[in-house]
């Protein structure tokens, strides 16, 4: 069977791994220059195809003259997995079987470009993988495939994404052989009444109000921690936060909102409106990332001082 997969992150490299002996191009999205050099900075699925000697096709959209190559190699399945860019309706109807979308949720459910953060910024206790059959509108297609994974406690996106990819990467190739020898199910319509949806995340998203509960900051900490990354303000130069953890059974006193309170071997702590936030990792503008007692050691005063 001849597959042509879609990816451009590091979400999308274990599958591509996984049926890499039945794929005959990759295509991802082209890439952007970087930094005040404008270095090319190439992504996780260029470099995996190009170790594993796959024909690339790089595009920035399908409008490309380049998008139309996808055509030369007379494809019988697309896999789908964090690509970045829609797909139209002239390029799905390309392949003999048909083309497959891998979406890490509970499809109806996020449906969008950020169901791993959302989910972990609204607090929930799972998550999933869904495979559906792609069609011109957005994560609706029929379902071919869906599990549950659950959301472990003080997990990340990174790690999340991790996981959710390496799960996709073991299921692929079954599913994959299954359409091979019997073609594509039928599947099954989703709920589109119970349909919620992601949008793009900003920059903006990732600056932390002190107004808000610990726990909600934490999961703003966890779940930017790729990108904007969570970020505040101290002594007028922006300060990432990486990792830190809710401790809302410690009492804050009259302290106000964004006042750092202490410093212990793990971090620092800063009063929210209900709880304290241990500051475990940070990075301080023009500086390098380090622990945040590391950190709190190393700047005079650090205490009593107010995060903005």
Known sequence: ??????????????????IR????????????PKGRGYILDDNEVKRAALELGLPLIEINSFKDEEAQRIK??????????????????WVLDLPAIGPVNVHPSLLPLYRGPSPM???????????????????EKMDEGRIIYQERVSIKKGENMIDLSDRLSARVAEILPEIV??????????????RHEDATYTPIITKEMGRIDWSKGAIEIERQVRAFVL???????????????????????????????????????EGFFVA???????????QLENKKRMRAYDFAQGYRGLVGKTLK
């Open 72 to 89: 030369e190699y007379d494809p019988e399945l697309f896999v789908v997995a964090s690509f970045g860019l829609i797909v139209p309706r």
């Open 272 to 282: 929210t409106a209900k709880g304290l936030l241990n500051v475990r990792e940070v």
């Open 177 to 190: 052989r299954r359409i091979g020898t019997e073609g594509m199910p039928e599947g099954s319509d989703q």
């Open 117 to 135: 953060q959302w989910a972990i910024l609204n607090g929930d206790e799972e998550t999933g993988i869904t495979l559906i059959i792609m069609n």
């Open 227 to 265: 990108w904007p990354t969570a970020y505040t303000s101290l002594d007028g130069r922006m300060m990432k936060i990486f990792d830190a953890e809710a401790e809302e059974g410690i009492m804050q006193g009259e302290t106000g909102q964004g006042v750092v309170t202490g410093i212990t071997k």
């Open 21 to 32: 002996e039945h794929i005959t191009c990759v295509v991802t999205k082209r890439s952007k």
């Open 1 to 18: 069977m001849k597959i042509i997969f879609f990816g451009s992150s590091a979400f999308s490299v274990p599958p591509l791994k996984s």
